[in-house]
C-alpha cells in the first residue's frame, strides 16, 4: 500500500491566516479559473467559517504528514446527488512545496475519498488551457479531456479557453493502482 505524505483534514477557523496569503499571490492566481479579485484577510475568515458550516461541498485541507503544515485545499463541490457527479478542484498555495508530487498525492486522496466514501460515480474538472502542470495532474489521475470552453474566463485583461475533463471511477481505479504501483518501485 502506497505511504502518503500529505493528509486531508477540515479546515479551522484560523487557516484563513495561511489561505488568505494564497489569494494574495498573484501567481497562484494567474493559475485558477476564477476572476482575479481582492480579498481582506476579514473576507477570508469569512468564508472559511461559511465553508465549515456548508454541507453541500466539502473544502478539505491538504497537510504535510511530518509537520501538519497546510499547504492547500481540494474541494467537493456542485455535488448532483442523483447522477452522483462532482466537481473537484485543488489548490497547491504553498509554493514552496510545488514541484514535490504533494499535489498528485492529495488529489488521489480526495478522489479515493470522493468515489469510495461519497459513492460518487464521475468527478469532473476545469484547468485553464496554459496551466500545463494542472492539465499533467488531472490526465496522471486518469481524467480525460472532454473539450474546450472557448473564451470562459476573462484574467489579465483577455478571456482565456479553459479545458474540461472529468474521470469515472473504473478509471481512477486503474490509474490508482498504476500510481500506486509506480511509486512504490
Known amino acids: 500500500m502506497k505511504e502518503f505524505r500529505v493528509y486531508l483534514r477540515a479546515l479551522e477557523p484560523e487557516d484563513y491566516l495561511v ?3 494564497w489569494r494574495r499571490d498573484e501567481e497562484i492566481q494567474n493559475m485558477v479559473g476564477g476572476t482575479k479579485y481582492f480579498v481582506s484577510k476579514e473576507k477570508e475568515r469569512q468564508w472559511i467559517m461559511n465553508t465549515i458550516q456548508d454541507n453541500d461541498r466539502m473544502v478539505l485541507g491538504i497537510c504535510l504528514k511530518e509537520n501538519d503544515k497546510l499547504i492547500g485545499t481540494v474541494n467537493i463541490q456542485e455535488i448532483d446527488w ?3 457527479s462532482g466537481h473537484v478542484p485543488i489548490l497547491l498555495g504553498d509554493k514552496k512545496e510545488w514541484g514535490k508530487g504533494y499535489a498528485s498525492e492529495a488529489r488521489f486522496l480526495a478522489l479515493k475519498f470522493a468515489f469510495e466514501e461519497r459513492g460518487l460515480h464521475r468527478v469532473w474538472g476545469l484547468v485553464l488551457e496554459d496551466n500545463i502542470p494542472s492539465l ?3 490526465e496522471k489521475c486518469g481524467f480525460v ?6 473564451d470562459s474566463v476573462y484574467k489579465n485583461g483577455c478571456f482565456h479557453n479553459q479545458i474540461y475533463l472529468d474521470l469515472l471511477k473504473k478509471d481512477f481505479d486503474r490509474a490508482y493502482q498504476t500510481y500506486c504501483e509506480e511509486t512504490e518501485k
Open 19 to 21: 489561505t488568505s496569503a
Open 145 to 150: 479531456r472532454g473539450g474546450i470552453f472557448r
Open 136 to 138: 499533467k495532474l488531472h
Open 82 to 84: 442523483i447522477n452522483r
